[in-house]
């Protein structure tokens, strides 16, 4: 692990061989980096560039300064370094992630997709394969993005991928106001286990396509199933919006006012799962 080397690499570049030192560097930098220390990491950047400039433009090094660059949002900056190691896969990989970055969607596409050509059975071509369907879903062009969605969960790589597959395919169902198809996967995914943060978003997307059609009490019983001791406090606020209504606060009697602080539809909800998924 880049965690517990970090000692090892800043004994080296205080030592007396000269010629390890830029290495060490690099190495202490993607340490620190992933120890989640990003401005640390990029004073390693910032030492290298300077200080041996030379390895700036060296092939072997490019993806992880392109990486230190990218950590710290200088999508730009990270492009300089991924685009002069085109032949690796994975630097091709985020220089697609910083162009959708930068809003040059044209240009995110095309690295996927030479990804998917190239190194068609790698773990970056699956990758590349979700990341393009992402480019499409954040450009609004939700049927191309459902048609690459599409294909991945039909080729069954592995069950991770199938959920991610899925639950996209369900947003681009919402986004194109398909509520029955959406909530069909959402159920499916639902009675899946998955890991918490895709699990909040499926159970929010849920509970928000089943408010757009009016079947308030289906959104009460998914949210019940949890205990109250257990639940979120965002779903608490949801049973309490559904109940509202129902027409049914804690209370037990109608509440009109109640009932249009919440929004009829759900939208108006303050609290979303905190997720990297974009729903």
Same mark, same amino acid.
């Given at each position: 692990?880049?965690?517990?080397?970090?000692?090892?690499?800043?004994?080296?570049?205080?030592?007396?061989?000269?010629?390890?030192?830029?290495?060490?560097?690099?190495?202490?930098?993607?340490?620190?980096?992933?120890?989640?220390?990003?401005?640390?990491?990029?004073?390693? +950047? !910032?030492? /290298?560039?300077?200080?041996? &400039?030379?390895?700036?433009?060296?092939? %072997?090094?490019?993806?992880? =300064? #392109?990486?230190?660059?990218?950590?710290?949002?200088?999508?730009?900056?990270?492009?300089?370094?991924?685009?002069?190691?085109?032949?690796?896969?994975?630097?091709?990989?985020?220089?697609?992630?910083?162009?959708?970055?930068?809003?040059?969607?044209?240009?995110?596409?095309?690295? +996927? !997709?030479? /990804?998917?050509?190239?190194? &068609?059975?790698?773990?970056?071509?699956? %990758?590349?394969?979700?990341? =393009? #369907?992402?480019?499409?879903?954040?450009?609004?062009?939700?049927?191309?993005?459902?048609?690459?969605?599409?294909?991945?969960?039909?080729?069954?790589?592995?069950?991770?991928?199938?959920?991610?597959?899925?639950?996209?395919?369900?947003?681009?169902?919402?986004?194109?106001?398909?509520?029955?198809?959406?909530?069909?996967?959402?159920?499916?995914?639902?009675?899946?286990?998955?890991?918490?943060?895709?699990?909040?978003?499926?159970?929010?997307?849920?509970?928000?396509?089943?408010?757009?059609?009016?079947?308030?009490?289906?959104?009460?019983?998914?949210?019940?199933?949890?205990?109250?001791?257990?639940?979120?406090?965002?779903?608490?606020?949801?049973?309490?919006?559904?109940?509202?209504?129902?027409?049914?606060?804690?209370?037990?009697?109608?509440?009109?006012?109640?009932?249009?602080?919440?929004?009829?539809?759900?939208?108006?909800?303050?609290?979303?799962?905190?997720?990297?998924?974009?729903?």
């Amino acid at each position: 692990m880049y965690s517990q080397a970090a000692p090892y690499f800043a004994a080296v570049t205080e030592g007396k061989t000269k010629a390890l030192v830029p290495e060490a560097i690099i190495g202490l930098a993607l340490a620190t980096l992933s120890m989640g220390d990003i401005e640390k990491a990029y004073q390693h +950047f !910032r030492e /290298i560039s300077a200080l041996y &400039p030379a390895y700036k433009t060296h092939p %072997r090094y490019m993806l992880p =300064l #392109g990486l230190i660059q990218w950590e710290v949002r200088k999508y730009q900056g990270a492009l300089d370094y991924l685009l002069r190691d085109d032949r690796n896969p994975a630097s091709r990989y985020f220089s697609g992630l910083c162009y959708r970055e930068l809003k040059m969607f044209p240009e995110a596409s095309g690295a +996927f !997709r030479r /990804i998917t050509q190239e190194f &068609p059975e790698s773990v970056w071509a699956d %990758r590349a394969r979700f990341e =393009l #369907g992402e480019t499409f879903y954040l450009q609004g062009d939700y049927l191309l993005a459902s048609q690459t969605f599409g294909d991945i969960f039909r080729s069954h790589r592995t069950k991770q991928w199938d959920y991610l597959s899925l639950y996209r395919l369900a947003c681009c169902d919402v986004r194109m106001k398909k509520y029955s198809s959406a909530e069909e996967r959402l159920w499916t995914l639902n009675q899946s286990k998955l890991d918490p943060a895709l699990a909040a978003n499926v159970n929010y997307l849920l509970t928000e396509s089943l408010a757009t059609q009016d079947k308030i009490s289906k959104i009460v019983g998914i949210l019940e199933q949890v205990p109250a001791r257990k639940r979120t406090p965002e779903n608490n606020y949801r049973i309490i919006w559904a109940r509202a209504a129902q027409g049914i606060p804690e209370s037990g009697e109608a509440s009109q006012p109640v009932l249009e602080r919440a929004g009829r539809s759900g939208t108006n909800a303050p609290h979303a799962p905190a997720s990297g998924l974009r729903l």
